[in-house]
């Protein structure tokens, strides 16, 4: 069992930047593949950044990549989205994901067992 917490959301700019991070209760198994991802009102849930360990493998979605980056601490047992360049667009809830099922389909939200409460990020323009 792993519990995720989510932290650092808030509101910005466009054009600003913010640090989120995901605290997890244990470092196993379960959290060699983490990901973050996010839920526009009205929209389903997305992914947006994925790693592999500390960063053996990172992957972006087309959206955010040159802007996001997905990091992580093993040491702190934490996770870190660093957003650059925030747009509107961006405006979501976003939450972080645990324990990978199935690495072929690692964009799928049902591929991820743990999930955290989320943190909201609100851009305005």
């Known amino acids: 069992q792993v519990q995720l917490v989510e932290s650092g959301g808030g509101s910005v700019q466009a054009g600003g930047s913010l640090r989120l991070s995901c605290a997890a209760s244990a470092n196993t198994d379960s959290t060699i593949w983490m990901g973050w991802f996010r839920q526009a009102p009205d929209k389903e849930r997305e992914g947006v950044a994925i790693i592999l360990r500390t960063g053996i493998r990172t992957e972006y979605a087309p959206s955010v990549k040159g802007r996001f980056t997905i990091s992580k601490d093993n040491a702190k047992n934490i996770l870190y989205l660093q957003m650059n360049s925030l747009k509107p667009e961006d405006t979501a809830i976003y939450y972080c994901?645990?324990?990978?099922?199935?690495?072929?389909?690692?964009?799928?939200?049902?591929?991820?067992?743990?999930w955290g409460q989320g943190t909201q990020v609100t851009v305005s323009s």
């Open positions: 994901a645990a324990h990978l099922l199935d690495m072929v389909a690692m964009w799928r939200v049902s591929s991820w067992h743990y």
